[in-house]
């Protein structure tokens, strides 16, 4: 696994980022997956982590971006599930896995994430996740294991691929949906954090994409309403939260 990106990564088109930052309200979708020794996010260990950043184009289209994927070290006294690895087929101490400590590879992951929000103008990231809620949970357990203070993502909001793909394509399977999408599925790569999250970040494109009509007839009426301004700006409990959290 690198920290290499999938393509090369280019400065957002000023057009692009100005949709983007409105598009999510403020808010930079980008697709994590991880892979674990168990479903416990406060015993088991965190063994692999991927992050699919996702660009906009001019037009409004989204599509995914850079791919930044790592092998994560056991966490000392951290607990590994038989059963968990079968699944994933992850030995944790393959002489030739190159698997960083947590917090390294958290802060790697981290530092790219921030790079694109300042691209596209926006305030903070929002993980986008198959059952994102255990891939969320997953990330803040690691970053308080960790102690690192500059975390870009939203604390508890998320975009569920798995609710999204059940509301647009009547499937909530991974496997399932990418394939009624029109999309080739890979069973052999499965399971690894990489191509999960690739598969979730190319589902999330797919969906906003299809709903893009409908967004803008969204926007249009939010801002007759007074509701939007060229620039996406928190209100209420949002503004309060962003005052709490710590600085990108």
């Given amino acids: 696994m690198t920290d290499q990106p999938s393509e090369p990564v280019a400065a957002a088109d000023p057009a692009a980022a100005a949709l983007m930052s409105r598009r999510f309200r403020g808010y930079l979708p980008v697709a994590i997956d991880v892979e674990t020794g168990g479903f416990n996010v406060v015993t088991d260990a965190l063994l692999e982590i991927a992050v699919v950043l996702i660009d906009m184009d001019a037009d409004g289209t989204l599509r995914r971006g850079a791919t930044h994927d790592f092998h994560v070290q056991p966490f000392p006294g951290a607990r590994l599930d038989p059963a968990s690895l079968a699944v994933t087929g992850i030995d944790p101490w393959h002489p030739l896995r190159p698997a960083l400590p947590e917090r390294?590879?958290?802060q790697r992951v981290f530092r790219e994430v921030r790079h694109a929000v300042r691209a596209y103008n926006c305030r903070r990231a929002i993980l986008v996740g198959h059952n994102a809620a255990f891939d969320l949970a997953c990330l803040n357990a690691a970053v308080a294991r960790a102690a690192v203070k500059r975390n870009p993502f939203h604390p508890f909001s998320c975009f569920d691929t798995a609710t999204l793909a059940g509301a647009a394509l009547g499937q909530t399977v991974l496997?399932?949906?990418?394939t009624v999408a029109g999309l080739e599925w890979d069973a052999q790569s499965a399971h690894s954090a990489r191509y999960d999250a690739l598969c979730s970040a190319q589902l999330f494109?797919?969906?906003c994409n299809r709903l893009r009509d409908s967004h803008r007839g969204a926007e249009e009426k939010a801002r007759a309403l007074?509701?939007?301004?060229?620039?996406a700006e928190p209100a209420g409990d949002e503004a309060a939260l962003e005052a709490e959290l710590p600085p990108l």
Avoid: N
């Avoid at 496997?175 to 990418?178: H, L, V």
């Fill in 175 to 178: 496997a399932k949906a990418i």
């Fill in 205 to 207: 494109c797919l969906v």
């Fill in 104 to 106: 390294d590879a958290l």
């Fill in 226 to 231: 007074g509701w939007l301004s060229d620039a």
